[in-house]
Every structure is written in structure tokens, then in C-alpha cells.
């Protein structure tokens, strides 16, 4: 609602009014009173969820991000601020002439997955913030933002986790390997199977988000997504059981999602209320 354009239009100052900006819209996670000095209780980062930066680097990292938004005159989204920083020759950034900026490929090493992440953990911190405007957003750097850039202030940032695979066995002729291989398949089958559904809930996720205007990890966070996927609850009682579900977010997002679980689409119609 008007709150919530407010909100992504005007972020907050701080990390500490995040939490009160957060807790009007019914976002606050429910153990965000008890983080430490300087969390936000929301990201990837204060959630634990990934691989913080070093101090330093994530000042420097976060200081690239917000120079590309400001060298783009707040004009454009994040993909597109994203292309210019890990320097993707895309029509749009030809076009623009964006690569011929100084920002252009500043971030080219990290990858896209980390500069998205980054770009989201930056607008929560409120370093920067979504402008919409009719059907299109832009990002926009922020008083806060322009601090940071000056040396004020401080910033967290989370590398997203690479998962780990589980190691294979190369011997083979083991005693009941038939049986091993036949548990192999399962289990592939199985991980297949909860991957198709992660992809499908992350794409319901990002629908809502974009609905609401706030980062995906606002509604569920990767950790929570995988975990539905993998025990595939059958009702909102077996859902509360997920962890990163509190009664706040089960009322707001479960009859959405369980559907999906289902196999079946999804009803948006009372999506964020």
C-alpha cells in the first residue's frame, strides 16, 4: 500500500530503522529484537544465510555498486545496474553507451548471483532504494548511500553459499553395489524432483515480491524455500514446522504457497494483504 511505496521510496536511515519500518508492514522476523547492534534482522546477511565480506571489502564492494547507480543517474533497474558493474556488453548497455563508464565491469570477478545479492542487501540496508515509477522501477542512490561512499557510516555484505555436493564414490564392484545404485537413482530422482519445486516457489516468490516492491528474501529466504521443497508440506500446521515461517509469514504467504507444493497454481488474489 502507500506505507509500503513510503517505505521503498524513502528506505530507512538505519539498520535499527529498518526493524520499525519493518515490524509496520508485519516483515520483522520474529527473533529481531534479539539480533546484535547494527543488523536489520531481514537480509541474507543478518539471517546468517551467507558469506560475509570482510569489513573493508564490503565497504569497497558496496562502494562500486552505489558509484554504477549514481554514474547512472538513478535512471535504470537493477538487472541493468548489474550488467554495467560485472561488464556485460548487453544492446542496452551498448546502447547507453554504460560501457564506456568507469563502473563498467568494476564487479567482473564476482558474478551476477553475488551483485544481485549484494544490490538487495544494499537497498534493505537502505544504501539504496527502489523508485517506481507507472510499470518500471529504478534503483536510486540514497543519503545514506552517498555516505558510504564518502568513508561514513558502515556496511554488511554476504557472498551467497556455494552448496556443497555430496562426494561420489568412484569404486566400483563394492558388495551390494546393485542396491547402492538403485538408492543412488532414488535419491537423484528425489533431488531432481525438489529442485523442480525450488525453481517453481522461487518463481512464486519473486511474483510476490515484485507485487509488494521489496527483495525476494523479505517474503522467504533460499533456506526456507529449499526446506519446503524437500518436506513438501501437505497443510498450513505442517508449514509452520519450516524454519523461517512464523505465524506472520504463514498467514500472509502460506495459501499461497502450498498450492504450488501441490503442483497446482497459485492464488494471488489476496497476495501481501
Same mark, same amino acid.
Given at each position: 500500500?502507500?506505507?509500503?511505496?513510503?517505505?521503498?521510496?524513502?528506505?530507512?536511515?538505519?539498520?535499527?530503522?529498518?526493524?520499525?519500518?519493518?515490524?509496520?508492514?508485519?516483515?520483522?522476523?520474529?527473533?529481531?529484537?534479539?539480533?546484535?547492534?547494527?543488523?536489520?534482522?531481514?537480509?541474507?546477511?543478518?539471517?546468517?544465510?551467507?558469506?560475509?565480506?570482510?569489513?573493508?571489502?564490503?565497504?569497497?564492494?558496496?562502494?562500486?555498486?552505489?558509484?554504477?547507480?549514481?554514474?547512472?543517474?538513478?535512471?535504470?533497474?537493477?538487472?541493468?545496474?548489474?550488467?554495467?558493474?560485472?561488464?556485460?556488453?548487453?544492446?542496452?548497455?551498448?546502447?547507453?553507451?554504460? @560501457?564506456?563508464? =568507469?563502473?563498467?565491469?568494476?564487479?567482473? *570477478?564476482?558474478? $551476477?548471483? %553475488?551483485?544481485?545479492?549484494?544490490? &538487495?542487501? !544494499?537497498?534493505?540496508?537502505?544504501?539504496?532504494?527502489?523508485?517506481?515509477?507507472?510499470?518500471?522501477?529504478?534503483?536510486?542512490?540514497?543519503?545514506?548511500?552517498?555516505?558510504?561512499?564518502?568513508?561514513?557510516?558502515?556496511?554488511?555484505?554476504?557472498?551467497?553459499?556455494?552448496?556443497?555436493?555430496?562426494?561420489?564414490?568412484?569404486?566400483?564392484? @563394492?558388495?551390494? =553395489?546393485?542396491?547402492?545404485?538403485?538408492? *543412488?537413482?532414488? $535419491?537423484? %530422482?528425489?533431488?531432481?524432483?525438489? &529442485?523442480? !519445486?525450488?525453481?517453481?516457489?522461487?518463481?512464486?516468490?519473486?511474483?510476490?515480491?515484485?507485487?509488494?516492491?521489496?527483495?525476494?528474501?523479505?517474503?522467504?529466504?533460499?533456506?526456507?524455500?529449499?526446506?519446503?521443497?524437500?518436506?513438501?508440506?501437505?497443510?498450513?500446521?505442517?508449514?509452520?514446522?519450516?524454519?523461517?515461517?512464523?505465524?506472520?509469514?504463514?498467514?500472509?504467504?502460506?495459501?499461497?504457497?502450498?498450492?504450488?507444493?501441490?503442483?497446482?497454481?497459485?492464488?494471488?488474489? &489476496?497476495?501481501?494483504?
Amino acid at each position: 500500500g502507500k506505507e509500503l511505496h513510503a517505505w521503498t521510496s524513502k528506505p530507512p536511515r538505519s539498520p535499527a530503522d529498518l526493524i520499525l519500518h519493518t515490524s509496520a508492514f508485519a516483515l520483522r522476523t520474529s527473533h529481531s529484537a534479539l539480533l546484535p547492534p547494527h543488523t536489520c534482522g531481514a537480509c541474507d546477511v543478518c539471517l546468517g544465510e551467507t558469506e560475509e565480506l570482510a569489513p573493508a571489502d564490503a565497504l569497497v564492494t558496496a562502494q562500486k555498486i552505489i558509484s554504477a547507480v549514481w554514474r547512472l543517474n538513478g535512471r535504470f533497474g537493477a538487472g541493468h545496474v548489474v550488467d554495467v558493474v560485472i561488464g556485460k556488453r548487453t544492446d542496452k548497455v551498448a546502447r547507453g553507451g554504460h @560501457d564506456q563508464l =568507469s563502473v563498467f565491469g568494476l564487479l567482473a *570477478d564476482a558474478g $551476477e548471483q %553475488a551483485v544481485r545479492a549484494w544490490i &538487495d542487501q !544494499l537497498a534493505v540496508q537502505g544504501h539504496v532504494a527502489v523508485v517506481e515509477d507507472g510499470v518500471y522501477s529504478f534503483l536510486t542512490m540514497t543519503e545514506v548511500g552517498r555516505g558510504l561512499c564518502k568513508g561514513e557510516g558502515a556496511v554488511r555484505l554476504g557472498r551467497p553459499v556455494a552448496k556443497s555436493k555430496p562426494a561420489r564414490s568412484s569404486r566400483r564392484g @563394492d558388495k551390494g =553395489s546393485g542396491a547402492k545404485s538403485g538408492s *543412488d537413482r532414488s $535419491e537423484r %530422482a528425489s533431488s531432481s524432483a525438489d &529442485d523442480a !519445486l525450488f525453481e517453481r516457489l522461487r518463481a512464486l516468490r519473486r511474483r510476490l515480491a515484485e507485487r509488494l516492491g521489496v527483495p525476494p528474501y523479505l517474503v522467504f529466504t533460499d533456506v526456507t524455500l529449499r526446506a519446503l521443497a524437500s518436506e513438501r508440506p501437505a497443510t498450513l500446521e505442517a508449514m509452520r514446522g519450516i524454519k523461517g515461517i512464523g505465524e506472520t509469514k504463514l498467514a500472509r504467504y502460506g495459501t499461497q504457497f502450498l498450492p504450488v507444493i501441490r503442483g497446482e497454481d497459485p492464488d494471488l488474489s &489476496d497476495a501481501g494483504t
